[in-house]
């Protein structure tokens, strides 16, 4: 209720502050984990850089992020990705994603990204890395949040260029990299668990985190290897797992967290609607479950908008939304003391 003292003629009496839901949801403090680079392409930038590449887009820019669903998706990224062709065009989609992030309350992120879309940068991981980080540090020097890089492979690569990779990472050994990643399409790709087996081992005594794309496009077999041949510390949709009793099972034991992203489960016709999403079925089993944007600008997403829409479909309490963002930093490969403050933020919503 509006307080009736507090009125235009005297401003020194505060308006008693109302936070609304996304105020409230903004203010969580949490991380996110499943999120890439990617997926942080504004189209007007796009448009801006395409004009000045001469190269054609194949939609016009307001309808530009309409896709049919995640090949098309996939395609979509080579050519946005490849428009990000300097050094200068990287550090500022980097820091673009710290702003976004900041503008949601998240206080740390895991970003994904693929070098195979990036064509100007092929060759060049050490360099492409370095920009990518000048505009991380630029913003954490603006007193935005932090971000570590878990460097994904794509599904349809072969063990040889996997293992490669692995090598590459291990002899640069940037410190902005925190983890191997491996995406994109499974369907298209069949089952590529024994593929990869090899590099994620080597990843691991490298010192890298492992976090695996399985359960999108896959169903529960593809979550099944990325536990028990890549031998994953996260799981990065795995929704699909639900169609399987006994892996629900084992990631629950197992306290596997899965980074879970209902929007763009929706946009890229994973399920039909919200409700038919097994976000709450997964966590009220018992399965460590965070929520994610994966792709924000292109699929239209954010962070807040993602707590919101689980509340609402769900029910979900203050205290089921808070053991969500407390996952969701428990489950982020951020240093030991950036948890600390994030959890005792959290403690104190
Ligand atoms: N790369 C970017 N977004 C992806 C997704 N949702 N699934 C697989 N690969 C991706
Ligand atoms: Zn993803």
Redesign the pocket.
């Known amino acids: 209720m509006c307080n009736t003292d507090a009125s235009p003629q005297n401003p020194a009496m505060a308006t008693p502050f109302h936070p609304t839901e996304h105020d409230r949801l903004k203010a969580l403090p949490k991380a996110e984990v499943h999120l ?1 680079l ?2 942080c392409f504004e189209a007007r930038t796009l448009a801006q850089w395409a004009r000045a590449e001469g190269v054609a887009l194949p939609r016009p820019e307001e309808d530009l992020f309409r896709f049919s669903g ?1 090949a098309d ?2 395609g979509f ?1 080579d050519l946005a990705c490849g428009l990000a062709s300097t050094a200068e065009r990287l550090a500022a989609l980097s820091y673009g994603l710290c702003q976004r992030l900041a503008d949601n309350g998240t206080g740390y992120a895991d970003v994904i990204f ?1 070098p195979t879309h990036w064509q100007a940068w092929h060759g060049r991981l050490g360099p492409m890395l370095d920009a990518m980080d000048a505009g991380f540090k630029a913003a954490e020097q603006d007193g935005l949040p932090g971000v570590g890089l878990c460097v994904s492979l794509l599904r349809t690569q072969s063990a040889d260029e996997a293992v490669e990779l692995v090598e590459t990472l291990r002899d640069i050994r940037h410190p902005r990299v925190v983890a191997l990643s491996v ?3 499974e369907a298209a790709a069949g089952r590529t668990g024994p593929r990869f087996a090899e590099a994620f081992r080597r990843a691991g005594r490298h010192g890298l985190r492992r976090t695996v ?1 399985a359960g ?2 896959s169903g529960p077999e593809g979550v099944w290897d990325a536990v028990n041949l890549l031998e994953a510390d996260r799981i990065d ?1 795995g929704v699909r797992a639900i169609e399987d009793s006994a892996l629900v099972g084992l990631l629950a034991e197992r306290r596997i967290p899965l980074g879970i ?1 209902p929007t ?1 489960n929706l946009v ?1 016709r994973v399920y039909p609607s919200i409700e038919e999403h097994p976000v709450e079925k997964l966590r009220a089993a018992g399965v460590r479950v965070s929520l994610n944007t ?2 924000p600008a292109l699929l239209g997403a954010s962070l807040a908008g993602e707590y919101a829409l689980c509340r609402q479909t769900f029910g979900w309490t203050d205290e089921i939304t808070r053991s969500v963002a407390r996952t969701s930093i428990e489950a982020s490969f951020a240093s030991p003391a950036v948890k600390t403050r994030l959890l005792q933020a959290l403690d104190d919503w």
Do not use: A, Q, R, V
């Open positions: 890439h990617e997926g995640l998706f996939l990224l693929n995406d994109g399409n794309h999108e496009s949709h992203c763009s890229l994966d792709d």
